[in-house]
């Protein structure tokens, strides 16, 4: 149907096949009636996706029935996914109504926290909501194409704490003041949650120790393992937050529940502080929980000398408590050695017993050293104090400290006036040695 047509180039002459336009309109429509057969032939002889993942699980489920195998079978891909045990090309996840019918609390689009159980390893999942489900085991469950019968039930927060295993602490270097080595358990006692510590070396004669504590919130789901927030109150009614961490497998740890979480590496408890050294990154932290109150650790004389002549003007009031004791060995050895952070500690610890067994005030709150805000306070805020241990200073320097660290505590007590209208009435406590022993200079000022 093609008519030739000549073309002159140059010398040559070459023949050009024209189409015309009817054939060409014919052909398209054979072409196009051609097509949709074929489009109509392949959709009603070929599966879709959806069918051959249903097709897949029937015959899955129908062998597990022969078979009579009790849970779901299950493969692992190169990724330590859990997928169902299906022929190939198919990769078929978990459907959610295949959970909904081993599990009887388990409501599909509901988030729920599993306990799976692969041979003879178990591990916890978090499902999400949706029609499937890909959960993620560790690598020592298995490796890639190996076959398990999974089982699957319901992980409540009572269950996760009962099946929560024994954890041991330590660090490379044991640290001054502090056991080298604790273990830490969840148990109960009389109807309520309990943190049963061991540790080892002992500390002021103390190898085991149980604090109450109770659960807070629901179970949370982060980075392959569930954790549940365990809180504890120490003397002072001031709650502490801890996170213990469990993947159902091998992997357990407990973190302090910050905005930031912090491995927890130690506990150490001395009879009165809870120590807790714990990791960040590469940067170590030491907490302190106070479990008794820290006013029975030290002593001091009766007499005191009221109004010293020392040029304070600004001052309400002045006083000086003489002779202050550290009852313990631990506390003696402290103040002759320990670092800036310690010694702190141990004059804030100082003014806590001076404020509470001298001048009568309740309800203090001690606070961890170098904290933004007042050392100490009253749980209403009307009453505040700074507090210092002035160690290892020359006596041609001691006065010239002592001035000094007055007009700064000074400065930040007045400061702290400003901020918070609650304060009304501020104490200035600064202890040093006399001699062989530690006195005590109380200063008070009203804002």
Do not use: C
């Not at 001395?270 to 050294?277: A, E, N, P, Q």
């Amino acid at each position: 149907m093609a008519v030739g047509k000549a073309v002159q180039y140059g010398f040559r002459t070459a023949s050009v096949s024209v189409t015309p336009p009817f054939v060409v309109v014919q052909m398209g429509s054979l072409l196009q009636m051609w097509y949709l057969s074929w489009k109509h032939v392949k959709l009603t002889s070929t599966p879709s996706r959806h069918q051959q993942r249903q097709a897949a699980i029937e015959r899955l489920l129908s062998q597990q029935r022969l078979e009579g195998a009790a849970g779901i079978r299950v493969r692992l891909t190169s990724q330590n996914q859990v997928f169902l045990d299906t022929w190939r090309p198919t990769r078929v996840a978990i459907p959610a109504s295949l959970l909904e019918k081993t599990m009887p609390s388990f409501k599909i689009g509901r988030k729920a926290f599993i306990r799976a159980t692969y041979g003879q390893s178990s591990v916890y999942h978090y499902y999400g909501g949706g029609q499937t489900w890909v959960p993620t085991v560790p690598e020592s469950v298995g490796k890639p194409n190996d076959v398990f019968e999974m089982s699957a039930s319901h992980l409540t927060r009572k269950g996760f704490v009962a099946s929560f295993p024994r954890i041991g602490l330590g660090t490379a270097r044991q640290q001054a003041w502090m056991t080298g080595w604790s273990e830490i358990a969840l148990g109960h006692g009389g109807g309520r949650l309990e943190l049963e510590v061991t540790q080892d070396p002992p500390v002021e004669g103390v190898s085991r120790y149980t604090m109450v504590a109770k659960t807070v919130g629901s179970l949370a789901f982060q980075k392959g393992s569930v954790f549940t927030v365990v809180e504890v109150k120490d003397v002072f009614s001031v709650p502490r937050y801890f996170q213990f961490h469990h993947n159902g497998h091998r992997r357990a740890w407990i973190s302090l529940n910050r905005r930031k979480s912090s491995q927890v590496r130690l506990l150490s408890f001395d009879g009165y502080r809870l120590r807790i050294k714990s990791r960040l990154r590469r940067r170590y932290s030491s907490t302190v929980l106070y479990m008794r109150d820290p006013a029975g650790l030290y002593s001091f004389e009766k007499s005191t000398t009221s109004n010293p002549n020392l040029g304070i003007q600004w001052a309400d009031t002045i006083m000086v408590v003489h002779n202050v004791a550290p009852r313990r060995e631990l506390e003696q050895m402290m103040v002759r050695h320990a670092d800036w952070y310690e010694t702190g500690r141990i004059g804030a610890e100082i003014t806590y017993s001076i404020l509470k067994e001298k001048m009568g005030v309740r309800g203090l709150i001690l606070h961890e050293p170098g904290r933004w805000g007042p050392d100490l306070e009253t749980g209403d805020g009307r009453i505040v104090a700074e507090s210092r241990f002035i160690a290892q200073v020359g006596p041609d320097e001691f006065e010239s400290r002592l001035f000094r660290d007055l007009a700064q505590m000074a400065r930040k007590t007045r400061r702290e006036f400003r901020y918070d209208s609650k304060h009304r009435l501020g104490y200035i406590v600064i202890s040093y040695f006399n001699g062989d022993k530690i006195d005590s200079l109380v200063v008070s000022l009203a804002s």
